[in-house]
T-cell receptor, first 110, second 118 residues
């Protein structure tokens, strides 16, 4: 059964304290893994997509990596404005639907 | 690129009335759009998949006669909540499947619509 699991559920960091968020997936024939950021009361904002194991993408303080079983979103020296919920998603094996993880709520304390 | 808008951003209505929410892809064509519902502190729950020119596909447990979806063009899908009741109060988010440079199969999300039914 296709599944996406994110951990931790919530993460509190001091400003400047680097950490990583995890997204584990079980889907046959991965057709991409997508990371989104969602602020309260807003729709998810597209961050990255990764298609093959070993691939990495960077955007400002964020770096996403992908293995055959999981993806990490590394946050380097986070700032309070990085506080948000980070969602990962994978497309189903056949079709257009996405399977979303439950998200990691990140709080960066000044 | 890949901008999706939703209108209205929030709506308050009386129980028993119908509410229409519009989702537009502003700078790309979307043959497939999705409608999600999100409760506080929970992840997105897919309600239906909408394909241009054909009937929407609803997820199990979603009443198609209550949540009417029309995808009349490549840039517009609408969700109508008919005879709304307080339990329909939620955050509704649409997304459009599109292609950005180097990005395949991505879903791009609208800003969401907060529906409150009194």
């Amino acid at each position: 059964e296709d599944q996406v699991t994110q951990s931790p559920e919530a993460l509190r960091l001091q400003e400047g304290e680097s950490s990583s968020l995890n997204c584990s997936y079980t889907v046959s024939g991965l057709r991409g893994l997508f990371w989104y950021r969602q602020d309260p009361g807003k729709g998810p904002e597209f961050l990255f997509t990764l298609y093959s194991a070993g691939e990495e993408k960077e955007k400002e303080r964020l770096k996403a990596t992908l293995t055959k079983k999981e993806s990490f979103l590394h946050i380097t020296a986070p700032k309070p404005e990085d506080s948000a919920t980070y969602l990962c998603a994978v497309p189903e094996s056949v079709g257009n639907q996405f399977y979303f993880g439950t998200g990691t709520s990140l709080t960066v304390i000044p | 690129g890949a901008v999706v808008s939703q209108h209205p951003s929030w709506v308050i209505c009386k129980s028993g009335t119908s509410v229409k929410i519009e989702c537009r892809s502003l700078d790309f064509q979307a043959t497939t759009m999705f409608w999600y519902r999100q409760f506080p502190k929970q992840s997105l729950m897919l309600m239906a998949t909408s394909n241009e020119g054909s009937k929407a596909t609803y997820e199990q447990g979603v009443e198609k006669d209550k949540f009417l979806i029309n995808h009349a063009s490549l840039t517009l899908s609408t969700l109508t909540v008919t005879s709304a009741h307080p339990e329909d109060s939620s955050f509704y988010i649409c997304s459009a499947r599109g292609t950005l440079a180097g990005v395949r199969r991505a879903q791009f999300f609208g800003p969401g619509t907060r529906l409150t039914v009194l």
